[in-house]
């Protein structure tokens, strides 16, 4: 299994998608955040400021990056015609399928933990240890761990619900799609939207999980999501989209 499990990892090395996607994440986002601040200039460039909303834009179009992982772990043997090679060896296919799952998560985590460095780098930067400006906190060592388990768990979610619905048979452009349109698209106007239902909203990815970790948003305060909702919200992406895996899966012509 550990010897699946490095294949899958190398898989997810060499894929040209996952890597224009990390760096997307990784130096896109910080980057064109930081030119928007200079280009603007009235917004919040102090330590603390920059990161926080650096990992509120994460939670939002820096989601691509965590999707793709899950999208080339999930549809990768299938667009490149070998699973009928890999079901062939006589692995389970349940195997198959398991070793793709701790291969997403050490990715996905790879890549929360560069963006983390980069956005606290950046934000240590910019506060430079003087006084901060607008009034904005300055990044402390705390602050800068509290960011990190939003970020990995909002990517962990996404990650592995992509694996989920590339893996039970929805192609890989689909899955882009789909997952991104929750996320840019329904997401925003769900929110601006009164009386909006809590199990509507803890469909959401960035939001169930970040309600169950603490923290905030792209969208900003949206209201507490019970935690009962959250949780099923992050189940349902998680173990929902691995079961459905599981049983398609077993049951797909290769």
């Known amino acids: 299994m550990a010897a699946m499990v490095r294949a899958e990892l190398l898989k997810l090395r060499r894929s040209r998608s996952v890597l224009l996607g990390a760096l997307a994440t990784v130096l896109g986002l910080p980057l064109g955040l930081l030119a928007m601040i200079a280009v603007v200039?009235?917004?919040?460039?102090?330590?603390?400021?920059?990161?926080?909303?650096?990992?509120?834009?994460?939670?939002?179009?820096?989601?691509?990056?965590?999707?793709?992982?899950?999208?080339?772990?999930?549809?990768?043997?299938?667009?490149?015609?070998?699973?009928?090679?890999?079901?062939?060896t006589g692995r389970p296919r349940g195997q198959l399928l398991l070793a793709r799952i701790p291969a997403v998560l050490v990715a996905t985590a790879a890549l929360s933990l560069a963006f983390w460095v980069v956005a606290c780098a950046l934000g240590l930067v910019l506060h430079g240890g003087?006084?901060?400006?607008?009034?904005?906190?300055?990044?402390?060592?705390?602050?800068?761990?509290?960011?990190?388990p939003r970020i990995v768990a909002v990517d962990v979610v996404v990650g592995v619900g992509a694996l989920g619905l590339c893996t039970a048979g929805l192609g890989a452009a689909p899955a882009v799609a789909g997952i991104l349109a929750l996320t840019l698209?329904?997401?925003?106007?769900?929110?601006?939207?009164?009386?909006?239902?809590?199990w509507f909203l803890a469909l959401m990815p960035p939001l169930s999980t970040t309600e169950l970790v603490?923290?905030?948003?792209?969208?900003?305060d949206l209201g507490a999501i019970p935690d009962g909702w959250a949780a099923a919200g992050v189940a349902l992406w998680t173990a929902g989209g691995l079961l459905l895996a599981r049983a398609r899966f077993a049951r797909a012509d290769v």
């Open 41 to 88: 200039g009235q917004l919040p460039v102090d330590g603390g400021e920059f990161a926080e909303k650096c990992a509120e834009v994460l939670l939002g179009p820096g989601l691509i990056g965590a999707t793709l992982i899950g999208v080339a772990a999930g549809s990768g043997d299938r667009t490149a015609g070998v699973l009928p090679v890999l079901a062939a």
């Open 130 to 148: 003087a006084g901060t400006t607008t009034g904005a906190p300055a990044l402390t060592g705390a602050e800068a761990l509290d960011l990190l």
């Open 214 to 220: 603490g923290g905030r948003t792209f969208m900003g």
């Open 185 to 198: 698209g329904v997401l925003p106007m769900a929110a601006a939207a009164e009386r909006t239902p809590d």
